[in-house]
């Protein structure tokens, strides 16, 4: 059920909308690939921040949920969350953060991921006393160049490390892998996984992510947990990138033009603290829903610019939707995101729960 | 007194911090100048939202404030706040945002801008049974090619109009100029003022501004007020354009190395959720304080790549501190800021109260 006009029009602008029948179905869509593969998914909630919306992933048959940051889960873990199962893709470094993830693992089944030997022997010291061992996964880069051991062999090396340190129990493989090497990537997984298994130690979760090869994350057999993050709103970027179409965009800005110039060019109240600066490889800021002639060529930061080599046709007032380059980023501005759809008959308003958190 | 190691070593990353002593000697700077050559300031809160920051600007001489949004003039306003002259550049369009500004004007001294009929007519209609008018300048597009009216002429006929206007008084010219065009900018205000006073109405306020050229804003002569906005932080971008030196970089992002893959790459806690992906035309995302020979060369989310020609020397566990390109922006991501100096002799945690009013 589609936002209605007068529902539009009954609110304030610069405003982020979510139609939750799309984003439900693009959560069935990837949940049906994967149960169909035997595959797992944990779905990275840096995408929606709402502990709503990964209950909806969840009941779609979900295992657990990724979260990059301890504050990102403690947030999607509170209130009257049923989150229990978290891992976090991320070297936890430093007292403050280590002591929250003692609490945490206190409350629910909780895994992060490590890189080095420095970061290990933080989580050994932190959880050496502690009832339960930390599972600990051994953070890949094949290829994407940020974080991440950088051979199967650094990976068995730190395995080893892991499975030996006290408070800590080795859990598998993760990886960020760089779009179009799927090759190098499963090559780099499976002689990592073979060499760890060599030392009699089990790999029992070989973890990859992202949204744009998705529907080929069973390709690689040694996969056996998927985190896809933006597939459950969808964006320009993955529009381009031929990952899925307009109507599959769940995430919309909706901005009232403020000013029309020129008759071809108009100025709306969402400027880059509504879509945010990031590009993504791409031209302009942004697609309006139903005007593939313009450009949202230049952003302020209450300010965006639209241009068109036609007439414009827009007058102050009207208003318009805008399907953003990278819906992650753009809820990650807002205090509230309206909600419609998946059960939500009309719109609510709903607060973005992990918004900010990025301790 | 700037924030000693223990104090740093005490803070979680990433983090932004505000040396307050900076903050003021920039501030002061530039009311100097101002009140040297009889221009009054009216600083732009959108780099600090604090209210605590805008007292400071206050206190040094600015004769009011200068918000983008209504909701952000709402906070600003807000609890004990004794701000009570706000100028809201933006074209108020809506309902919603009307009877907002209604009850804002109730409270304190309130001026706006308009650049076509439309924002005009429903301003007026919005304040015609007020007891107060509200006060309305045109807003002028000199080069910017943003909002605004496009001629002298044009400004002439709005401020005719809004002079007729019922529950308005004509308030006088506000411009965002384009950096490097001062001539054409004081030709185009010159102009358009002595258009609207042939027609006997008086022009009292001609506002600019932009902290690039700040220090030449006396230089047209036909400007009474000026509206610097990052002045009070400065940032990478400032420092690229010759506006300021680094120690006059009020704002820093704390973060911490949390892997160290290669010799010469490092990976910080702080990505575009504390850095924001604005370039401004410059490479890299940051300037590592003490560290020239670092780029920071790619940002995701909760992730900062560094790299370096040279060995990168860091290890995890190790803080740094980062200029970010934009400091405004910045401001806008985190729920708080870390603030020391001007009378705060310890580091003191400050909500960021406008931060996200972008209604």
Do not use: W, Y
């Given at each position: 059920m589609p936002f209605t006009p007068k529902e539009l029009a009954a609110i304030s602008t610069p405003a982020v909308l979510i139609d939750l029948d799309i984003a439900n179905r693009n959560v069935e869509r990837f949940q049906r690939y994967a149960d169909a593969h035997e595959l797992n998914v944990?779905?990275?909630?840096?995408?929606?921040?709402?502990?709503?919306?990964?209950?909806?992933?969840?009941?779609?048959?979900?295992?657990?949920i990724t979260c990059q940051k301890v504050s990102e889960a403690e947030a999607m873990v509170s209130g009257n969350s049923k989150i229990d199962d978290v891992l976090i893709t991320y070297n936890i470094v430093g007292e403050d953060k280590l002591e929250s993830?003692?609490?945490?693992?206190?409350?629910?089944?909780?895994?992060?991921?490590?890189?080095?030997?420095?970061?290990?022997?933080?989580?050994?010291?932190?959880?050496?006393?502690?009832?339960?061992?930390?599972?600990?996964?051994?953070?890949?880069?094949?290829?994407?160049?940020?974080?991440?051991?950088?051979s199967p062999d650094a990976a068995q090396d730190l395995a080893t490390y892991i499975d030996a340190a006290p408070g800590l129990l080795f859990g598998g493989l993760m990886t960020y892998p760089p779009a179009g090497q799927e090759a190098s990537v499963e090559a780099f997984m499976k002689e990592a996984k073979t060499r760890i298994e060599a030392r009699g130690i089990p790999v029992p979760v070989v973890t990859s992510g992202g949204t744009p090869s998705m529907m080929h994350a069973a390709e690689a057999v040694v996969t056996t947990e998927y985190r896809p993050g933006t597939y459950v709103y969808n964006d320009r970027s993955l529009v381009a990138r031929g990952a899925c179409e307009w109507d599959d965009c769940a995430l919309n800005v909706l901005a009232t033009v403020v000013s029309v110039p020129t008759p071809n060019r108009a100025i709306i109240d969402a400027g880059s603290k509504a879509l945010t600066s990031d590009l993504l490889g791409l031209t302009g800021y942004g697609h309006v829903v139903g005007r593939d002639d313009i450009t949202i060529d230049q952003l302020s930061e209450e300010h965006g610019r639209l241009i068109s080599a036609?007439?414009?046709?827009?007058?102050?007032?009207?208003?318009?939707?805008?399907?953003?380059?990278?819906?992650?980023?753009v809820t990650n501005l807002v205090d509230t995101v309206i909600v419609k759809g998946h059960g939500r008959a009309v719109p609510e308003t709903l607060p973005v729960t992990a918004r900010g958190k990025i301790i």
């Open positions: 944990r779905p990275h909630i840096k995408t929606h921040k709402l502990p709503e919306v990964a209950q909806m992933q969840l009941s779609a048959g979900a295992i657990g993830l003692r609490e945490l693992a206190k409350r629910i089944t909780l895994s992060v991921v490590a890189d080095s030997k420095t970061v290990v022997d933080g989580l050994s010291q932190t959880f050496n006393k502690e009832p339960q061992p930390l599972t600990v996964l051994v953070e890949s880069d094949t290829g994407a160049q940020r974080c991440g051991v950088l036609e007439p414009i046709g827009l007058v102050v007032g009207d208003r318009i939707r805008i399907v953003p380059n990278h819906a992650c980023v």
